[in-house]
C-alpha cells in the first residue's frame, strides 16, 4: 500500500464496531456472572487491606489477587466477549493473561518487596479507582447493569492494577509497564472514536495511576532489586 | 440464487402487497407514483437482474454472541428482505458478521431470498478457495453469488483461483473492490484487463470521483458496479440531515435524505447496486424507499450533487 493509501484511513476506519454493542458487553458479563462479580467486590475493598498490613505474606496475597484479576477479565472480557467482535481486543486479552501470570511469577520468586510504602495514599488512590472508574461505563450506557468492576472490565482493572508498580521490585516494574501504556493508548483510542466520553476518563486515569505507582515504590536504595 | 427467481418475485410481491395493504403510504412517493415494482437492475452480460438497493454489513451486523442484539439485526434483514432487498454484502474482515448473518438468515430461512456476496481478504494468495469455504459455513450458504476480492489484497493470485472457480460453478460472480477513493489506477487497470461481472467502489453524492473514470469503464467493459460507502460511513446524514431537503426533491422522486442520498446513486446509468448498511429497522424502510418511485433523470442529479455542496 502508498502512502497516499495509508493516509486516506482514518482512525474510525479500524474500529469495526458500533457503541451500543460495546457498551452491551459490560451489561453482557455481568448479567452472565451473577452473582460472582460480588466477590470480585469483596476482593477489591480486601486489597488495601491487605497492603495496609505491612506483612510481606499479606502484600503477596494482595499481588496474587491483583495476578487473579488481570487474568479472569484479560480472558473473559477480553478474550471471551470482546474478542468475537475485534481481534486486537482478543490479542490484548491474552496479553492480560500473560500479565497476571507475570504478577503470579512475582509473588512467587520474590518479586513482591516488604519495604515500606505510603500505604495511606496508596488505599486512597485504589479505592478511588475501583469504586469511582466501574461507574462510568454505566454513565455512557445509562444501564446500571454496565458497571465496569474491577477484576471483570479490563479498564478497572488495569488502571487499578497500575498499583502493582509500588509493590514490586524494580525489574517487575519495567516489565510490567508496557501493558498499562499500550492497553491505555489503544482504549484511549477507542473510546475517542466509539465517542464513549465518560470511559475515556478510565485510560487517562490508567496513565496517572502508572505514574502514581512509580512515585508510591521504595527508591531504588531501597529496593531489594 | 438464478433458479430460485420466481419464487424470489412472488416473495417479493407478495411481501410488497402485505405491506402496502398495511402502510399504504410507504410507497405513495411525493412524486405522486405509486410504483409497486422495486428498482431492478441487470446484471451486464446476463439476463439477471438484481434490486438496486442491497445491505451493506461492515459495524453494523458485528455484534458478537449478543442474543438480543443477534435478534435486532434478524429483525433489520426481515424488514430488507420484505421490502425486496436481496443483495447482501460481507467480507471476513467484519469480525462475527458473517456469523450473525448466518444465525439471522437461519432463524429467518432466508438462504434462498438472497444474493450473497463475500469476499476473499488474506493476504495468502493460495487461501482463495479456503476463505470461500470458511465463509460459507459461516454463511450458512451452498456456496456464494458473487465472491470479490477484497481491497485488491493479492488480488492475481485470488482472482485466478476466483476464475476457475467461476467456471467450475463453484461461484457465480467474481469481482474486486475498492473503497475511499483508493487505488483507482491500478483499479482501472485490472477492470480493462480482467473478465470481471462486478466491481464494488465508493460513490456517492459528495465523493465522485468515479464519475470521471471508473463508471464509465465498467459500462464499456460491462462491469456490474456495486457502490459502498452511500452515505459516506453515516456521515452525509451527521451533515445535512438538520438541513431542509429542496423544493423540487418531490419531482426527483426523493422524500428524505435516504433517498437523496441512494436515489442519486442508483440513477446513475452504470450502477448496478448500492449496498447502505444499517443497524435499526426504521432505516431499513427509509433506505429501502429509494428502490421504489421515479428515479432523478441527469439534470436533476447535476442538482441534486449542486445542492449538497451549496450547502
Ligand atoms: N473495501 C470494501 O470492500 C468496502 C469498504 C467500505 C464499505 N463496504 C461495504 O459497503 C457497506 C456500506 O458502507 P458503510 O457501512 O461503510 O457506510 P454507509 O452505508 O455509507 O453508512 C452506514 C451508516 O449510515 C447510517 N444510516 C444508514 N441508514 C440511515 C438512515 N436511513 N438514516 C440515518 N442514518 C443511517 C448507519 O447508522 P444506523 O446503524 O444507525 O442506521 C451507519 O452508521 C458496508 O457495510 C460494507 O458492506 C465495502
Redesign the interface.
Known amino acids: 500500500m502508498s502512502g497516499a493509501d495509508w493516509l486516506s484511513y482514518s482512525l474510525q476506519d479500524f474500529v469495526m464496531f458500533g457503541p451500543q454493542v460495546f457498551l452491551r458487553l459490560f451489561v453482557r458479563i455481568n448479567q452472565d456472572l451473577w452473582p460472582w462479580q460480588l466477590l470480585a467486590v469483596v476482593i477489591a475493598i480486601f486489597i488495601p487491606v491487605l497492603i495496609s498490613r505491612q506483612n510481606r505474606a499479606a502484600r503477596r496475597l494482595a499481588v496474587g489477587l491483583m495476578s487473579l484479576a488481570w487474568i479472569v477479565s484479560g480472558y473473559g472480557f477480553l478474550v471471551g466477549y470482546f474478542g468475537p467482535i475485534n481481534w486486537p481486543a482478543a490479542w490484548f486479552g491474552w496479553a492480560f493473561v500473560a500479565q497476571g501470570a507475570l504478577l503470579a511469577a512475582a509473588v512467587f520468586s520474590g518479586g513482591v518487596h516488604d519495604s515500606r510504602l505510603a500505604i495511606g495514599r496508596l488505599a486512597v488512590l485504589w479505592l478511588l479507582a475501583v469504586c469511582v472508574l466501574p461507574w462510568l461505563a454505566m454513565a455512557d450506557s445509562g444501564q446500571w447493569e454496565a458497571v465496569g468492576l474491577f477484576g471483570v472490565a479490563p479498564g478497572t482493572t488495569a488502571a487499578a492494577g497500575a498499583l502493582a508498580l509500588a509493590l514490586v521490585t524494580r525489574t517487575w516494574r519495567w516489565v510490567y509497564l508496557p501493558l498499562l501504556v499500550l492497553w491505555s493508548l489503544f482504549s484511549a483510542a477507542l473510546l475517542w472514536v466509539l465517542q464513549t466520553w465518560w470511559l475515556l476518563v478510565t485510560p487517562v486515569a490508567t496513565l496517572l495511576l502508572v505514574g502514581a505507582g512509580f512515585w508510591l515504590s521504595p527508591r531504588t536504595a531501597q529496593s531489594p532489586d | 440464487m438464478a433458479n430460485q427467481i420466481t419464487r424470489r418475485k412472488f416473495l417479493i410481491s407478495s411481501g410488497l402487497a402485505g405491506i402496502a395493504l398495511k402502510a399504504p403510504m410507504l410507497f405513495a412517493n411525493t412524486s405522486g407514483s405509486t410504483a409497486l415494482s422495486p428498482t431492478m437492475r441487470r446484471i451486464p452480460g446476463t439476463d439477471e437482474s438484481i434490486p438496486a438497493i442491497g445491505m451493506g454489513t461492515?459495524?453494523?451486523f458485528?455484534?458478537?454472541?449478543?442474543e438480543?442484539?443477534i435478534t435486532q439485526r434478524t429483525e433489520v434483514l426481515k424488514t430488507f428482505f420484505e421490502l425486496g432487498g436481496t443483495v447482501v454484502d460481507g467480507s471476513p474482515?467484519?469480525?462475527?458478521a458473517a456469523d450473525v448473518m448466518g444465525e439471522a438468515l437461519n432463524a429467518l430461512d432466508g438462504h434462498d431470498r438472497i444474493f450473497a456476496a463475500t469476499k476473499i481478504w488474506t493476504g495468502d494468495e493460495s487461501a482463495t478457495r479456503a476463505e470461500a469455504a470458511r465463509s460459507s459455513r459461516r454463511w450458512g450458504v451452498d456456496r456464494f453469488d458473487l465472491l470479490q476480492v477484497h481491497n485488491l489484497l493479492g488480488w492475481q493470485g485470488h482472482l485466478e483461483t476466483l476464475k476457475q472457480m467461476r467456471a467450475n460453478g463453484e461461484v457465480r460472480y467474481i469481482g474486486i473492490t475498492t473503497s475511499?477513493?483508493?487505488?483507482h489506477r491500478e483499479f482501472a487497470q485490472i477492470m480493462e484487463r480482467e473478465p470481471l461481472d462486478f466491481v464494488q467502489l465508493t460513490y456517492n453524492v459528495l465523493d465522485r470521483e468515479v464519475e470521471d473514470r471508473l463508471l464509465p469503464l465498467a459500462q464499456e467493459r460491462g462491469i456490474g458496479v456495486i457502490v459502498n460507502r452511500p452515505f459516506q460511513?453515516g456521515s452525509l446524514f451527521r451533515r445535512f440531515q438538520s438541513e431542509p431537503l429542496p423544493d423540487w426533491a418531490g419531482e426527483a422522486g426523493v422524500g428524505n435524505w435516504a433517498e437523496f442520498f441512494l436515489k442519486y446513486i442508483i440513477s446513475h446509468p452504470a450502477v448496478t447496486c448500492a449496498i447502505p448498511a444499517t443497524?435499526k429497522v426504521e432505516h431499513m424502510k427509509e433506505n429501502m424507499g429509494a428502490m421504489y418511485g421515479t428515479l432523478p433523470d441527469a439534470s436533476q442529479r447535476q442538482r441534486m450533487a449542486g445542492y449538497v455542496r451549496s450547502l
Do not use: A, F
Open positions: 461492515w459495524i453494523t458485528n455484534v458478537g454472541g449478543d438480543q442484539l474482515m467484519y469480525g462475527s475511499h477513493g483508493r487505488r460511513g443497524s
